[in-house]
């Protein structure tokens, strides 16, 4: 078979198929009719946070992506509702308003369009071009040139504002727009962006009631000398209304833009410390440097503004202008920010802390190169030395010889930890060698001991009341760090300050190891409680882990002084009431008694500390044997508690370790009153020793033995108070103890007998298994459900091998609450009660902050960005200020400057300052300062294109200055009524 011929190969085309413009039409109309703006109906939503944008929805035509925004702004003076509202324009525009209201009404149309108000309204003939140095963009152009507060607008989505677009595609693209508009009946504006390469305009429609509105703008780069001034727009302005009647006067509003010449030439930019003294010798809060390494501002803007007036009023031509700035009757100013200012001395500092986020090394990895040889000048005999001086220390220096010298379990133990302890001593030995020799040192002695240690030890500003109402969680917006002021607060600014401006992070690594020393030798050992800690009865939760450990530390200390305190009086023969009298030296959850009259377990007045102070009996027996020189010797401790009972009867039963007797409980069967032990709970827990309990209860699985398991770790406090209550009521049996413990587990019958509920009635039952094999031992003699010493070690171990990115984590929020507290104090010295402004933007930083130090280290990170975008944002805003009251301080209010500081615009309107800033462009040495722009509003309301119209906006706004010429207006022609 003959192939066909290239003549005889056609292509057949199907029409009854939508063409691609065609669907581009029906996605608008459904973007349009999804958000509610069809039949002229307005949406009730709002702009986002994060920009005027309401809605957005993805479009495409030939392969090209578009996105079509419904966007919203608020008017000036007004916000968004009252802009969509139609309430009348103000004036000098209102008699305009009423007269279009009433045309649209006569018509039978209940009002004019939405934006007609903004529109005439002459407070939005002039909008900002330039946002405040925190803005993500400026006002959009729509915005800018039609006076506009809502609209939709099509552009293609790689860029917002700036993607090229050929003329032909822009065609085709607002022909589908105008479409879309005018079948659905969309009363909002709709523009199509139009991009040569060079400059970006934009062409738009709007039809409501039969009034049709073109919009249209052109720009480029020379200016034609026939509208560079008043008088030549003037003409073109008409040129697009013929048969306009030359009486209707047009309205016209003018800005003129002066910059300050010569501005500010001997900026002094702040100093990063350089000294020690100047690094660790001021308080961590005010050691945080602040400011602007450069001057950030560009220039002064003055804005001279004449609202309105009328055409032929005022004269403007090539020749002569009677638009003289300096009578002109609105004067504005504003400062120009550089665009890209540098980091300032606060956010570079942060920034070098923070990278210990990304460190893989471990702290010993960070310290100095020298840390080898340092250990290796260790030798072997200084290491026997080193173990000598801690057993001279365990053995309170009396020189026992052998294992018989040390007799019971506590000291056995205690040996057991001696090789940790001499390994922590020779590593400290290295640490000691290398921060004091040799001339490379990142720290010295007196670094260290005369300046860091007062200054992170030092308590004189720490006051952990008020810590707990002013820094809360709340307070600090969710970040989980440390209370202000505490230890790792001041220790997280100084470790930035060493990592920042003395000596990288290797200096960061010695202070935290030297710190971390400090801890256990000179404090835990010597059971000093650390400064700007709290000491809790448990470590609070909402901290970081770190200062989790802190607090369990003190918590440790405050345990082994109470058990301390108890030993000594058990060595001077107290009597056991006595003894009962110092286990209520706190009053914490530890110890508890029955509440008979609610029926409840309640707290007695001992403390939970009281657990600790008892032994298992080879540990008292030991103890009691060598006395105070087997323990740490402490203070003693005492405080204000209620009396407790006796720890016998009166008829000198066997009863041991009664805190008191109920006053209505008796043992079933006999008249003798129940006897309320003391008893201990397990002691207090850190965030990450209960997740690690909970996964290890979760790994045991579901077999029998895991859940019998399972059930006798998390009984052990149940043993313990069984042993107790049958120590204190040896004629006891399981049900006095259920009436004691748990009385809605006893069930009493109206003949005044009872019995045990069903649960415990069950043979399985863990309290049924943990009554018959516990016996009776009072607390003195049980083995403690707290280790002190232990969990004091854990806690240490803890602070010493955790990596520098996690310690560095945790101390990030701490190190941000501090940045943002010196931001603060910044601004208020620079502008006292006047720095409000300045603190909102302060106050932004805690916004980008929040939940920082619960999350995951990524999730940080990504916070972290934001924070030290706004934390320069605000160093900016400061500079700013501080260059402004150089050169403008005496001239304008500490208010003005830091709404200039901002980016806001003010309106001088006290004649004093418009003398002095008059002085400063117009009359100073160097003459008056030219015009940078000038900007133009021309307003007519007529009837277009005949007389029996009705009125319709026509507005032209033009720019010039030298290299850009722009023109965008707006026209209305009535197609109802066009005869």
Known sequence: MEKPTESEVFEIIDFTNASEWETLVADVEKSIRRWGLELGNVAAGTSSTHGPIVNQGQLQMRGREYLLSHVRVSAAGADSAKARSPSPAPAPMSRQYKEIAAAFKSSGFESPPHWTAPVLSTSNDFAAQTGSPGDAQPPHPVTAWFGLTEFLVINPSDSKYSARISPSEAQMVASALAVAIATTRCAIPAFTQLDNGVHTNYRGCAA?????????????????????????????????????????????????????????????????????????????RKALPVGALVDPIAGVRLFAVWPAFRENAVQDHAAYSELDPKGAPGWSLQARVHPKSADGLLSSTIRSFARLLECRLSWAELRDEDSSAQAESVSPDSDKHLRSNVLDRLQGKRGYEGKGGLVGTAIRKTLERVETVADAARDAARRRGRRGGGNDRVMSEGDLDGL????????????????????????????????????????????????AHGGGPRAAATLWDEVVEDIEFNYWQDLLPIPRVETLPSPNMQHCIAYQKLEMINCCIRKQHARNELLRMRKTGAKKASVTQAADTDSDDEFHSADEDSGEATPTSGDEDDADFYLAPEHEESLLQHGDDAVHPAPQSGSDSSTPGPTRSSDEDESEGVASISPKLHLLGTSTPLRIPVTQNEGPMTEDMMELKLSHMTEMGTSKKAVEERAQLQSMSLRSDMSAFKAANPQCCLEDFVRWHSPRDYIEKDDGSGQLSERMCEPDN???????????????????????????????????????????????????????????????????????????????????????????????????????????????????????????????DASSIANLAVGNTIDLLDPAHREAIRALFFDGDDGSTAVDAREFVLRLVTRFPAKASRPGINRMYAHVSDGNFTVAGMFTEDKAFDV
Not at 233 to 240: A, D, H, Q
Not at 270 to 277: D, G, K, L, N, V
């Open 452 to 499: 860091i240690w007062p200054r992170l030890f030092g308590t004189d500003d720490w006051h952990p009341a008020a810590t707990d109402t002013e820094h809360g969680q709340a307070a600090r917006g969710n970040l989980k760090g440390s209370p202000a002021h505490s230890l790792l607060a001041e220790l997280a600014v100084t470790m930035a300050l060493a990592t």
């Open 208 to 284: 409501a009631a039969g009034m049709h509105t073109a919009f249209t703008s052109v720009s480029t780069a020379a200016v034609p000398r026939a509208y560079a001034n008043l008088s030549g727009l003037l003409k073109l302005f008409r040129s697009k209304l013929p048969g306009v009647d030359r009486k209707e006067r047009v309205a016209i509003g003018a800005k003129f833009t002066y910059t300050l010449p010569n501005w500010f030439d001997d900026w002094l930019p702040p100093s990063a410390p350089t000294e020690s003294s100047d690094i660790y010798g001021v308080a961590p």
């Open 766 to 892: 863990i309290w049924q298994q943990l009554w018959r094999d516990s016996e009776p031992r009072p607390v003195a003699r049980q083995r403690t459900l707290f280790d002190c010493t232990k969990e004091a070690l854990i806690a240490i171990k803890y602070l010493r091998n955790t990596s520098p990115a996690a310690i560095a984590q945790q101390m990030m929020p701490s190190l941000i609450s501090s940045a943002q507290a010196a931001l603060s104090d910044k601004a208020t010295a620079l502008l006292k009660s006047s720095a409000g402004p300045l603190q909102a933007e302060v106050e932004k930083i805690r916004a980008a902050a929040a939940g920082m130090g619960i999350g995951s280290l990524e999730d940080d990170m990504q916070r972290l960005d934001a924070v030290l975008n706004q934390v320069g944002v605000v160093e900016v805003m400061l500079g700013t200020a501080q260059s402004l009251l150089s050169r403008l301080g005496t001239n304008l």
